[in-house]
């Protein structure tokens, strides 16, 4: 599960982190995640994980710090991570290394049984109880109905409801994560058909962008793995 980015804002004192690292968090497995936190200015930092990765950074003149760091294959365990700085130290413990995955769009999307398809395999690599799998989607449906900012005026007008469906996805996800501690989210979108067939592919590419930048902001997270994925070639004569 994804690292979700909080919009705290500290000032230079003692050392601290990120309200979402947290005792009985799960990291993203097998990749470099982002750890930041505060301190007083200009200090040292260092940090240590039972895993064997090391780091450290000194801190800015508003005692902001950030620092990288890999995370090893899931291999069942129960990690901790330590952060010193001066006669200050932060102890996580009990990490886990697992993954968020939504899945959205329309009928090809629709008809995909996760549990039948990628479940199984993400909890043979994973393990079970360390992903969640959220699908919301509905067949022969625009990208405007997931788009909330799909402008009539700039783009064609339609007798379709704008965003409602992403609307429904994002209270579906909201929901299923309350209290859960997540590290890593992964969107998988296959959508396009009915946008291509209405001669909009003009306007695809923006509001896909758009549809991330609302993931983003309501997830508070910006660096969310957008994974497209294609069938066929449909309709490349509307290709603009």
Known sequence: MVLIISCES??????????????????????????WGWSTA???INLKTSWGEQAGVLSDSTGSWHLKLRTPKVDHKLHKM??????????????????????SGQSNMELLNPYESFIPK???KIGQNKIIVIKDAKGGQPIRRWFKKWNEKKFKKTNDSIGDLYNRLITKVKKT??????????????????????KLAQYYQQSLIGLYNQLSED???????????????FDLQNIN
Request: charged share 25%; aromatic share 6%.
């Open 10 to 35: 500290h000032k230079p004192g003692k050392l601290s982190l990120a309200s979402l690292f947290q005792d009985q968090m799960v990291a993203q497995q097998d990749t470099i995640i982002n750890v």
């Open 42 to 44: 200009n200090a040292k």
């Open 122 to 124: 993400l909890e043979e």
């Open 82 to 103: 330590t952060v010193k700085s001066g006669r200050d130290s932060l102890i996580i413990k009990d990490i886990l290394m697992g993954e968020v995955w939504l899945a």
């Open 177 to 198: 994560i309350v209290n859960e501690k997540i590290e890593s989210i992964t969107f998988i979108w296959m959508q396009g058909e009915r946008d291509a067939r209405e």
């Open 219 to 233: 997830l508070n997270n910006k660096k969310i793995n957008f994974v497209i994925g294609r069938i066929n070639d």
